[in-house]
Structure formats: structure tokens, C-alpha cells
């Protein structure tokens, strides 16, 4: 996972403190326990909840918000005290996806007093999370209409950003390891590329080392990446 210096160190933060777990317990603290991941598609935020998972050796237990707040409004709270019922019961890393439904939902006028209920069921389940291991990481895409109650409850909060000009290298790097790459004029490619999620930078990556393939070509070749970024660009 390739993410800015600054990033990349809160989340091994939250490893290092997962680890040290027993230590900071026997001194009366916590290690963060709830994390909130925000921040545009295709940035990370699944593949850092994946990554936690793997870091700490939880295993994941998924739960998209979209599915729980369901046609079945009534039945949201209860579906959600069910969630955090069961996962109490083991140990495990519950990602939350999806949260944005919660404040989606609340735009609609008939909703809103049914959403304000599930807001405060999970902001009660949140506070009375605490396990002695085990993790909840909930992603949303939206920074802004998220309840700031919501905000306070969590250990963490950390923005997954767009990939920055070195972010964008090292994506099509690590892509392109297992193919030859002729001389390219990467300032040229990474500037076209500005404003890409990292899920479309690999796509380019993928994409371009394809037409190279597929015109017999040794080398995954400018035009090969150019025409890879024209075609994301216009999606
Ligand atoms: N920071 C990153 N570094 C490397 N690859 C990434 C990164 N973020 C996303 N990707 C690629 O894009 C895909 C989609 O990313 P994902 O984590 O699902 O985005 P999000 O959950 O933020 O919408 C990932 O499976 C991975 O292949
Ligand atoms: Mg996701």
C-alpha cells in the first residue's frame, strides 16, 4: 500500500499500539480501538482496513452501512445493536463501509426522525465498545456531512488522500515490476495523471503494460501510458 510518509505512520501507530496492547493496559490505557478512515474512492480505505486486519492478525469482519440502513428503516438500530452484539462475542477487526449512508439518509425528510435514532444507537454502541482486543475501522467517502458527535467517538481519524506526485510514482513502480519499461518521460506522465485516485493509477499501470503486451512490444513504451491516461480521463 503505498501512502504519504505522514499517513503511513499513523497507521503503524495503530499497529504498534495494537501490538503493545498488554503494556499500555497494565498503565491504564487504551490503544486506539475505533478508527475512521475519510476521504475520496479509490484512495485506500478498504485496502487500509484490510491492512490493519492483516497487521494485528484480526480477522475482518465486514458490514456495509448501505445494507444495515436498509428499505427497513425500523429495523436499522436493531440490526446494528445485532452487529456489535456479535462481534463483542469474538475478536475481531468490524470494518464499518459505507458510512455515508447514515448522513444520506438524513437529507430525506421523512427519514430524519428514524436516522436521528440510529445515529444515537451508534453513537451508544460506539461508546460502549471497549474490548480487550479486537477493533472497529468505519470508512466514509464524506468528510463534511457526517454527524460531529459522530467525529468525537472515534480514537482516530485519518484522512486517506488523493496520491501526491510521489504516491503516483510508486504506484506505477510497483506495477510495473514484472514487465519492461522503456524510457519514459515520468514528470510528463505523473502531471497528466494529476487529481487520479490510486485505484485509477493502477488501472493506467495495468492498462498500459496490456497494449504493450498486445502489440508484441518489449517494452511498456510513453504513448502505451499516454493513451492508458486518455482513456481514464474521459470515464
Ligand atoms: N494507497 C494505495 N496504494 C496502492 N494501491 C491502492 C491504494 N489505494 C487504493 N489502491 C488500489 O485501488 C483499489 C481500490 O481501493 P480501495 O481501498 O477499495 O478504495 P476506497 O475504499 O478508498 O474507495 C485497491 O484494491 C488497490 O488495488
Ligand atoms: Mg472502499
Redesign the pocket.
Known amino acids: ?3 504519504p510518509e505522514k499517513i503511513e505512520k499513523r497507521f503503524r501507530r495503530i499497529e504498534r499500539e495494537y501490538a503493545a496492547r498488554d503494556r499500555l493496559a497494565h498503565y491504564g490505557l487504551r490503544y486506539r480501538q475505533k478508527i475512521l478512515l475519510y ?1 475520496p ?8 482496513a484490510e491492512r490493519l486486519a492483516w497487521h494485528t492478525g484480526l480477522p475482518m469482519v465486514k458490514v456495509r452501512f448501505d445494507a444495515i440502513v436498509s428499505s427497513f428503516l425500523g429495523e436499522t438500530a436493531s440490526n446494528l445493536s445485532v452487529v456489535f452484539e456479535t462481534v463483542d462475542k469474538m475478536d475481531c477487526l468490524l470494518f464499518l463501509d459505507e458510512c455515508d449512508s447514515l448522513a444520506k439518509s438524513r437529507s430525506d425528510p421523512q427519514e430524519v426522525g428514524e436516522i436521528k435514532r440510529v445515529v444515537n444507537t451508534f453513537l451508544q454502541l460506539l461508546d460502549d465498545y471497549s474490548p480487550s482486543s479486537g477493533m472497529i475501522v468505519a ?1 466514509t467517502n464524506l468528510n463534511e456531512s457526517l454527524d460531529r458527535a459522530l467525529w468525537r467517538r472515534f480514537d482516530d481519524l485519518i484522512e ?1 488522500p488523493l ?1 501526491g506526485e510521489q ?1 503516483l510514482r510508486l ?1 506505477l513502480k510497483e506495477k510495473f515490476s514484472t514487465v519492461e519499461v522503456g524510457a519514459i518521460d515520468w514528470s510528463r506522465i505523473i502531471e497528466q495523471m494529476s487529481g487520479f ?3 485509477q493509477a ?1 488501472k493506467v499501470a495495468q492498462d498500459a503494460a496490456k497494449r504493450a503486451i498486445l502489440d508484441r512490444e518489449e517494452l511498456v513504451i510513453q504513448p502505451h501510458l499516454e493513451e492508458a491516461i486518455a482513456e481514464i480521463k474521459v470515464i
Open positions: 500500500m503505498v501512502l476521504g474512492p479509490g484512495c485506500g480505505k478498504t485496502l487500509g470508512a486517506v496520491p504516491e504506484i485516485s490510486a485505484a493502477e
